[in-house]
Each structure stands twice: as C-alpha cells, then as structure tokens.
C-alpha cells in the first residue's frame, strides 16, 4: 500500500509490532491499566492557562523562526507514499482537532477503528489510511499530553495493526508547534516503532505527499502557522509535481482554513495560493479538493473550480457556525500579494451544527462559564473583592491604619485593570483588523465590572461586616462576599460574550468558556478505481460519557465500548467529485 510500510501485520507478533501494551488487555479502566490517563476538556478560561498558553503564543510568534525545525528536515527521507486498496479503490478518512477531552476524541477514534459504519443507510467501511489534520494535542505539544489526549485513546480504539494495516499521515497544527515541533516528529515521523496505535506511519517529514488511486494525489502542508513555506519543503514538492499532470487531481490538506480566515484577516491565503500557482498549476493538475481544521465545527464552500472544507470536529471544544459568511472570495481582493490568483466567487453550502443550533449553544454560557471553569470565576471573585475593599475605604474614609490603607491604594490598578477588558474584544484572528465595535463593546464590558464593582460596595457597606475590628472584614469579605461576587461578575462576562458574538467579536471565547463536547465531526472519502471521490461528511450530534470494557477480546477490537450506541448521522448528502 505504500513505499514504506510499517512493521506489523497478520504475521508478525502483536508484541513485536506495537509493544506489550498492545499486546496486554485492560482489565479495567484505571490509568495503570490503560497506559495513558483519560483527561478532562481542557478548561480554556483557567487563569493559568491562559497565561501560560499566552505565553507560548508569544514565544512562538518572537521566536517561531528560530525554532522552526523544517530547514533541517532536509537531511531526512523525501520519500513519496503511495496508497491503494485491495480493489484498485481507497476509502480516506479524515479528522483534525482530536487531542482534548477523552470522551469527545476517544468517540471519534472509537467510531474510525470499528471495521464498519452503517450511516444513514451507508455501509461505510474502515479507510485505510487515515490524515490527522492539525492540532492533534492541547493545550500544547509535551508528551504527557500527547499520550494522555491523543495516542492512548487512539491505541484503546484499535489497539493492534489489523490485517489491512492503515496507515497514518499527520499535518501539524499550530498548538503542535508550540515546542518547536519537537513531539510531532517523534510520534509521526519515525525510523523505527512506526506506528500509531494500530495505524502505521506513513510520512517521513513534518508534510507529506500520497499518490491515491486514478490519478488523485494527497498532499499534506506544514506552513508553521501561516509563515513561508520552507525551502526543503518547496524543493520536495517540486519533486512531486514531476509526477503529476494535467490529468492529475490533488486533495489538498492545510493546517488551517485560511480561505474563511482571510474574510478577517486578507494575507492568511498568500502561502496556500503561492502553493497552488507555483507548485500545482503549471503541472495542468487540479486542486479539486482542499481540507483543513483548526476551527472545529464542519463547513463547506463551493466553487467553480473546488471545494473548501472545514472539518475540526475531532475532539476539541465546539466553534460556532452562525457567523460564517455566506459568500467568500478566494484569494482575497484587497490581499498585498503582487501575484495572486485570479479572484473566485465560493458559497457556503453546507455546515455543522447548522446555525439554528449554534445560535443556542451561545445561550448556554451562563451556566457553563463559571462551572466549567471555575478557576477563572475564582480569579473574577478574587478581583472584585480586592476592588470592593479598595472603593470601601475610599467612601468610608477609613484609611486610617496601614493595613487598611494597602486596600486602597490599587484602587487606580485595579480600575485600570477592569477596564483592560476594552482589549480583551479582539477579532477572531490574531492579525484580524479591530474596528469601533471592538472598543465599544470591549470599554462597555469593563464599565459594566465597574458598576457591579460599585454596587457590590454600596450592598457591603450597608452590612454589618465593615465594622466589624481588622481583620475580619477581610476574612469576611473572602468567605461571603467572594464566591457570590465570583458567580455574579461570571454571569456578566457571560452576558458580555453573548452580545459581542452577536457582532462577531470574541465568538472563540464564547464557545471555548463552554467546552461543548458533542456536536462532532469527521470525513470518510472514498476513490473508486474509475477515479470518483465522494466524500461522506460523518456527523456525531452526542458524543459517549460513559464506557465500559469491551466484551470482545479479540486483538483488534477496541478496549472500550460506549454504554449507550454512538450514532453516527450524515452532515450532509454525500459530495462526488470527478
């Protein structure tokens, strides 16, 4: 099936081909025995994860480039794969944003292993090979995550190579370049132990090439989150085009869609189209398909010449669909690039959840906000607290001791601090434009903290608890006024992302508050030999929250089963390309 096979197979020991891990079945679902720790979604709001997820989008915008390992994948293989099925056909699976929760990404693992799916009357066989499309971890690429979010529930959904031995290839997103790409190539692009639960691996560098059946090809881009694509990474793909021709067509998979980000932000297509223009085109090949993640919901446009698919529902938390555009030109018009493609017209056709649904789950941040991430209402208690105790001694005039007077004096800090929410209304893309309506409602976010700042001190003043002798008050301001005030300040930041959605304005941390895990999606195409695509658009509307160990023991079977049956539904009609 392809130049470079993975070491196991029907004849080859279970324990020799994937480990004794593999090999040795849990007997219950405890971490020691299941090799890996099941993670809860990550809390996207967590005081120190933000901080701590901040700062490693800094490093890797200061210093991306010094880090960037592509140049030196130059001394490694430039092998070019080649995959086709027992028929002369191919069935391709494809999934992106997987490493998160356990129940949403082991769901979606869990149904890509089973030999069969039957949806909405489809018999929808294992692929065999399956692409990764980025962000195959959160919130960053260190190894314990890796193995906690991403290969241990993928090794528990198909343990051991079956006897068609699917192969694995990998795209690496932006939160897998956070260290530099460091534990990418370690579990994708491997010399020996190639292998990935029971997937082999495929790839020999951080971006791949996969020539299909009947003339289709896969190619698989790593542009390090939107920068240049590298030399050795161009000077391989030139290689490729030298096989192609003008009755070649190419599956295009891209760490992000930046066809839907360059609404927002117009430079995000330059590297996808300086691609196609100078790779693709002047081979006559056709790039009738492109196919990313990143946002992790299911959208296709339509146009004259291909399909644009989004599809990062593997695992991660739910983007929303009701603010997608209905209409988007690709490349962009107002782009810098001198040499651009020729401007086309593509129509939004089809999305997941569709956005009636969308539009209700935005409702659902009052409750999930502060308890799903009840760190982040904590720090909202903590610092309405200290701004209460600050504006008491104030209007109290009982600045009188120094302990009391350390209250007042970040007053100015912490009014300076609320209203630094004004910053906090951002665009959906780093280098999106901020127009009037950011500040507007990002200056109206922090006046609304400071009145209930200024009430909150108005209903404290008017209780027994200010007289009381130093240092009770304190003590009960952190006992009783803390927790409610954290609950209440929750449910405004909550209001606030509700209403900037509308605009368009914080729509990521309007869903990330809410760590949605159902709603999932992933892609199973199939090649037929006479060389038509159809591509089935795989929706999971709940995903499994609970799990039991699987009666079947045989080698291949999944370790563990959904106590209620997962079902699988179409997010659209089929879509056949020729």
Same mark, same amino acid.
């Given at each position: 099936m392809t130049d470079d096979h993975p070491t196991s197979g029907p004849d080859v020991p279970a324990e020799h081909a994937l480990g004794e891990r593999a090999a040795r079945r849990p007997r219950s679902l405890d971490p020691v025995e299941l090799g890996f720790t099941p993670r809860k979604p990550v809390p996207w709001l967590a005081p120190f994860l933000l901080i701590s997820t901040g700062i490693r989008t800094l490093l890797a915008m200061l210093f991306g480039a010094y880090l960037d390992k592509r140049e030196l994948q130059n001394a490694l293989d430039s092998k070019i794969a080649k995959q086709v099925g027992p028929d002369g056909? /191919? @069935?391709?699976?494809?999934?992106?944003?997987?490493?998160d929760g356990f129940n949403a990404t082991y769901s979606v693992a869990y149904l890509l292993a089973q030999p069969e799916l039957e949806v909405d009357g489809h018999r929808l066989p294992r692929a065999q090979t399956l692409v990764m499309g980025g962000d195959q971890v959160y919130p960053s690429a260190a190894y314990e995550a890796y193995e906690?979010?991403? =290969?241990?529930?993928? %090794?528990?959904?198909?343990?051991?190579?079956?006897?068609?031995?699917?192969?694995?290839?990998?795209?690496?997103?932006?939160?897998? @370049?956070?260290?530099?790409?460091?534990?990418?190539?370690? /579990?994708?692009?491997?010399?020996?132990? +190639?292998?990935?639960?029971? @997937?082999?691996?495929? %790839?020999?560098?951080?971006y791949f090439a996969v020539e299909l059946p009947a003339n289709w090809w896969l190619l698989g881009l790593d542009d390090q989150s939107g920068s240049y694509l590298d030399d050795p990474q161009l000077a391989y793909f030139d290689e490729v085009?030298? +096989?192609?021709?003008?009755?070649? +067509?190419?599956?295009?998979?891209v760490p992000a869609p930046t066809w839907a980000k360059s609404v927002d932000h117009p430079t995000a297509y330059d590297s996808i189209d300086y691609f196609v223009r100078t790779i693709i085109a002047p081979t006559g090949a056709h790039v009738r398909l492109l196919v990313s993640g990143d946002l992790h919901h299911y959208a296709r446009y339509a146009g004259p010449e291909r399909q644009l698919i989004t599809c990062g529902g593997g695992g991660a938390y739910l983007y929303p669909t009701h603010k997608l555009p209905e209409r988007i030109e690709v490349p962009p018009k107002d782009t810098l690039s001198r040499r651009a493609s020729a401007t086309r017209p593509y129509d939004l056709v089809a999305r997941y959840p569709d956005a009636a649904r969308s539009r209700r789950y935005g409702w659902g941040i009052f409750p999930r906000l502060p308890f799903r991430n009840p760190g982040f209402t904590t720090l909202l208690g903590t610092l309405h607290t200290l701004l209460m105790l600050a504006m008491a001694g104030v209007a109290a005039n009982r600045t009188d001791s120094t302990e009391q007077r350390l209250f007042s004096v970040p007053l100015v800090i912490m009014l300076g601090v609320t209203l630094g929410a004004g910053l906090f209304a951002k665009p959906p893309s780093a280098g999106g434009k901020r127009h009037a309506r950011h500040w507007i409602l990002g200056v109206t976010h922090g006046l609304a903290h400071v009145g209930l700042a200024a009430a909150g001190t108005w209903a404290w003043l008017a209780l027994p608890f200010y007289d009381w002798p130093w240092p009770l008050p304190v003590v009960?301001?952190?006992?009783?006024?803390?927790?409610?005030?954290?609950?209440?300040?929750? %449910?405004?930041?909550?209001?606030?992302?509700?209403?900037?959605?509308?605009?368009?304005?914080?729509?990521?941390?309007?869903?990330?508050? %809410?760590?949605?895990?159902?709603? =999932?999606?992933?892609?199973r195409m199939r090649i037929t030999p006479d060389g038509t695509l159809t591509i089935y658009p795989i929706a999971v509307d709940r995903v499994s929250r609970d799990w039991q160990l699987n009666p079947d023991q045989s080698p291949t079977a999944s370790w563990l089963t959904p106590k209620t049956t997962l079902t699988p539904r179409l997010a659209e009609p089929p879509i056949t390309l020729t």
């Open positions: 056909g /191919l @069935w391709l699976d494809y999934v992106a944003d997987l490493g906690d979010r991403c =290969k241990g529930p993928y %090794q528990a959904a198909l343990p051991v190579t079956p006897p068609a031995r699917p192969t694995l290839f990998a795209v690496p997103g932006n939160h897998d @370049w956070y260290d530099g790409l460091t534990a990418f190539l370690r /579990l994708f692009v491997r010399s020996r132990d +190639r292998h990935f639960g029971g @997937w082999g691996t495929g %790839q020999s560098r951080s085009a030298r +096989r192609l021709g003008p009755q070649s +067509r190419v599956i295009l998979a009960a301001a952190a006992a009783v006024y803390g927790p409610v005030i954290g609950l209440v300040s929750s %449910q405004v930041v909550a209001a606030y992302l509700l209403v900037a959605g509308s605009f368009g304005v914080n729509l990521n941390e309007l869903f990330a508050g %809410q760590g949605i895990e159902d709603s =999932k999606s992933f892609l």
